[in-house]
């Protein structure tokens, strides 16, 4: 991507995210990633929102995937 690249929101469904500590370990690896600019997870919603620049959806997916949750 460009040096001028525009943020890209990116939603996933996450199951297996029950409570408040798992929102914060997907929180916490997804913001571990260069790039990722926010981070949104809800288990109420089981939903997990991604704001970030010049990171693909496989990466962040695989983030999710690898802490221990399935990305529908």
Do not use: P, W
Request: aromatic share 4%.
């Amino acid at each position: 991507m460009g040096l001028f690249s525009k943020s890209v929101i990116h939603e996933f469904k996450v199951k297996g995210m029950g409570c408040g500590a798992c929102e914060r370990k997907i929180t916490t690896a997804l913001n571990s990633i260069k790039g990722v600019k926010k981070v949104n997870a809800s288990s109420d919603e089981s939903q997990v929102i991604v704001t970030s620049k010049g990171v693909e959806e496989g990466v962040l997916r695989g983030v999710i995937v690898d802490v221990g949750y399935t990305v529908e």
